[in-house]
């Protein structure tokens, strides 16, 4: 039972720019006060990121559905023999990219993809390496700390030196999938195939010591509590001040639509996304950009977030096919002039950024 002196201390806490503790974010989930969640986060992002919010133009390349992890949570992962499972090819994804890149203002490449089964790392990079050398120009951001740990292990070869020919390749950040919720708890339940927590965060690091910003992320609503999001928060938390390589964190809620958990679990309320997205931004202090991702929040819910700490929309994606599997509502893609009036609406500044948060045509 908390008493309303416990939401003044907290409030406290945030104006005299205290950092918040692990009891303060258990107290923070279980309040159902949203405005005045809202308000201290628009306070705390007005603070550190002033009224600019970011996105970028840009375009998802998901190389292949065919994965090996197969988790409970996941709608877009197939095995071989699956309906709807696919492969790409180099040419596929040059065409890809070349549709996309009709749009003269696309500045940048997601690229994501499931754990292929045959696949080597080399495959993998060849994609980098070709993508980068056709397209110069586009910066490239690209597969996540599980992802990463996978091309370890089936190489052979270090997380560091699985790096560094990544970005010798071209890739310039990593993406922030994968960290789930950083319990290992909650991964065996939902992936065991995947990697654990601790060798997530350690790709992170481990990307950050050789210079390589990454973003992180969080996909909540399934079978974790509230500590485990706390802790998890925390956990990142910790990794952005020992090395702050971190450059935006992602509030991902879960979508169950044709998952493994879509007859056990609803879909999260606008109440709940809302109070997440506020809350991040409280407990990550040292976090310059949250990140409302239009695909998953839905472009109104996502528009609305940008009064409750966030400061990033993400870009234009142009085809999206991951978090569409799993149901998702909102758009394939949006244009640059649409994401443009989104922010616009909602009395924020646009600011067209790169995959390292550099402006483009400042």
Same mark, same amino acid.
């Given at each position: 039972?908390?008493? +309303?002196?416990?939401?003044?201390?907290?409030?406290?806490?945030?104006?005299?720019?205290? /950092?918040l503790t692990r009891e303060d974010g258990e107290i923070l989930f279980n309040c159902n006060e949203l405005s005045w969640l809202g308000a201290l986060a628009d306070y705390v992002?007005?603070?550190?990121? =002033?009224?600019?919010?970011?996105?970028?133009?840009?375009?998802?390349?998901?190389?292949?559905?065919?994965?090996?992890? /197969?988790?409970?949570?996941?709608?877009? =992962? /197939?095995?071989?023999?699956?309906?709807?499972?696919? *492969?790409?090819?180099?040419?596929?994804?040059?065409?890809?990219?070349?549709?996309? =890149?009709? %749009?003269?203002?696309?500045?940048?490449?997601?690229?994501v993809s499931g754990l292929h089964p045959t696949w080597t790392f080399?495959?993998?990079?060849?994609?980098?390496e070709v993508l980068h050398e056709k397209f110069p120009a586009l910066h490239l951001k690209g597969f996540t700390g599980v992802e990463i740990q996978h091309f370890a292990k089936i190489s052979g070869l270090s997380v560091e030196k699985i790096l560094i020919r990544l970005k010798n390749a071209g890739l310039e950040a990593i993406a922030g999938g994968g960290a789930e919720i950083l319990s290992d708890r909650v991964r065996n339940l939902l992936c065991p195939k995947k990697c654990s927590a601790d060798e997530w965060l350690e790709v992170a690091r481990t990307a950050h010591k050789l210079g390589i910003k990454t973003n992180a992320s969080m996909l909540y609503g399934h079978v974790e509590n509230f500590s485990e999001?706390?802790?998890h928060l925390?956990?990142? /938390?910790? #990794? @952005?001040?020992?090395?702050?390589?971190? @450059?935006?964190?992602?509030?991902?809620?879960?979508?169950?639509?044709?998952? *493994? #958990?879509?007859?056990?679990?609803?879909?999260?309320s606008m109440w709940d996304d809302l109070k997440t997205m506020a809350i991040s +931004?409280?407990?990550? %202090?040292?976090?310059?950009?949250?990140?409302?991702?239009?695909v998953m929040l839905t472009v109104p819910v996502a528009q609305v977030a940008l009064s409750f700490g966030a400061n990033d929309i993400d870009g234009t994606i142009h085809?999206?096919?991951? #978090?569409? %599997?799993?149901?998702?509502?909102?758009p394939r893609s949006l244009a640059e002039d649409e994401i443009i009036k989104i922010i616009r609406e909602a009395g924020r500044i646009p600011a067209a950024v790169d995959c390292n948060f550099r402006r483009i045509n400042a």
């Amino acid at each position: 039972m908390f008493v +309303r002196g416990d939401f003044e201390k907290i409030e406290r806490k945030i104006f005299c720019g205290e /950092r918040l503790t692990r009891e303060d974010g258990e107290i923070l989930f279980n309040c159902n006060e949203l405005s005045w969640l809202g308000a201290l986060a628009d306070y705390v992002r007005k603070k550190i990121c =002033g009224d600019e919010v970011f996105y970028n133009v840009n375009c998802h390349v998901n190389l292949t559905n065919i994965c090996v992890s /197969r988790c409970k949570f996941c709608a877009f =992962g /197939r095995n071989f023999d699956d309906r709807g499972a696919y *492969a790409m090819t180099i040419d596929d994804a040059i065409k890809l990219v070349e549709e996309a =890149g009709r %749009d003269p203002n696309l500045s940048g490449l997601h690229i994501v993809s499931g754990l292929h089964p045959t696949w080597t790392f080399e495959n993998y990079l060849a994609f980098v390496e070709v993508l980068h050398e056709k397209f110069p120009a586009l910066h490239l951001k690209g597969f996540t700390g599980v992802e990463i740990q996978h091309f370890a292990k089936i190489s052979g070869l270090s997380v560091e030196k699985i790096l560094i020919r990544l970005k010798n390749a071209g890739l310039e950040a990593i993406a922030g999938g994968g960290a789930e919720i950083l319990s290992d708890r909650v991964r065996n339940l939902l992936c065991p195939k995947k990697c654990s927590a601790d060798e997530w965060l350690e790709v992170a690091r481990t990307a950050h010591k050789l210079g390589i910003k990454t973003n992180a992320s969080m996909l909540y609503g399934h079978v974790e509590n509230f500590s485990e999001r706390v802790d998890h928060l925390l956990k990142l /938390r910790e #990794l @952005q001040d020992e090395t702050g390589g971190f @450059q935006t964190f992602i509030c991902f809620p879960f979508l169950p639509k044709n998952t *493994a #958990l879509e007859k056990k679990i609803r879909q999260t309320s606008m109440w709940d996304d809302l109070k997440t997205m506020a809350i991040s +931004r409280l407990m990550l %202090d040292n976090f310059k950009n949250i990140k409302a991702y239009w695909v998953m929040l839905t472009v109104p819910v996502a528009q609305v977030a940008l009064s409750f700490g966030a400061n990033d929309i993400d870009g234009t994606i142009h085809r999206e096919n991951i #978090l569409h %599997d799993a149901g998702a509502t909102s758009p394939r893609s949006l244009a640059e002039d649409e994401i443009i009036k989104i922010i616009r609406e909602a009395g924020r500044i646009p600011a067209a950024v790169d995959c390292n948060f550099r402006r483009i045509n400042a």
